[in-house]
T-cell receptor, first 119, second 108 residues
Framework: DAGVIQSPRHEVTEMGQEVTLRCKPISGHDYLFWYRQTMMRGLELLIYFNNNVPIDDSGMPEDRFSAKMPNASFSTLKIQPSEPRDSAVYFCASSPGSQGGYFSGETQYFGPGTRLLVL | SQQGEEDPQALSIQEGENATMNCSYK?????LQWYRQNSGRGLVHLIL?????REKHSGRLRVTLDTSKKSSSLLITASRAADTASYFC????????FGSGTRLQVQP
């Protein structure tokens, strides 16, 4: 398996522009997570999905952020409009859930991240 | 607020030495996971220990869990330069809450 795939790997944009980050989870995984990593705040959970349904979006900073999972193999995280404080590395992760059994179902597999810089 | 907090924040050792890092958390847990992050990369799962387990081994890794003290430790034995990375503990049933990590530098 290719692992979790994220695109783009790097994004530089200007304040006010719309940014869309994409994620393809590992096939067969039930859960998909979006995290954000900054020096100041560390790793933060933004939102997670179970079987394509958003379960907890309490970590989404504000209405400028939205996430969708239209099918089991694709998710997007959108920022509109973007601001300089959104600059961070955004990670997508997936986990097997019930498919992984007792010992491995909760292990998370992270993508390489998207490094976002908003000028 | 962060659930887990790693200690120390940074650790520098020589190749061949053992590295120990600790994680403290605040609320009761079902399990605790340790992850490694190499510079510029995503996190890689190392080991998961459940709340009813006290110790777990995987290769050169040894993890302990003390639920009464709400703490866990990760021991890397006979460290190698390739172990240089940041190490994070994560807690939570599904979505994980991570600490700020321990940056380990192994000098060749």
């Amino acid at each position: 398996d290719a692992g979790v795939i994220q695109s783009p790997r790097h994004e530089v944009t200007e304040m006010g522009q719309e940014v869309t980050l994409r994620c393809k989870p590992i096939s067969g995984h039930d859960y998909l997570f979006w995290y954000r990593q900054t020096m100041m705040r560390g790793l933060e959970l933004l939102i997670y999905f179970n079987n394509n349904v958003p379960i907890d979006d309490s970590g989404m900073p504000e209405d400028r952020f939205s996430a969708k999972m239209p099918n089991a193999s694709f998710s997007t995280l959108k920022i509109q409009p973007s601001e300089p404080r959104d600059s961070a590395v955004y990670f997508c992760a997936s986990s097997p859930g019930s498919q992984g059994g007792y010992f491995s179902g909760e292990t998370q597999y992270f993508g390489p991240g998207t490094r976002l810089l908003v000028l | 607020s962060q659930q887990g907090e790693e200690d120390p924040q940074a650790l520098s050792i020589q190749e061949g030495e053992n590295a120990t890092m600790n994680c403290s958390y605040k609320t009761s847990i079902n399990n605790l996971q340790w992850y490694r992050q190499n510079s510029g990369r995503g996190l890689v799962h190392l080991i998961l220990i459940r709340s009813n387990e006290r110790e777990k081994h995987s290769g050169r890794l040894r993890v302990t869990l003390d639920t009464s003290k709400k703490s866990s430790s990760l021991l890397i034995t006979a460290s190698r330069a390739a172990d240089t990375a940041s190490y994070f503990c994560g807690t939570g049933r599904r979505a994980l809450t991570f600490g700020s990590g321990t940056r380990l530098q192994v000098q060749p």
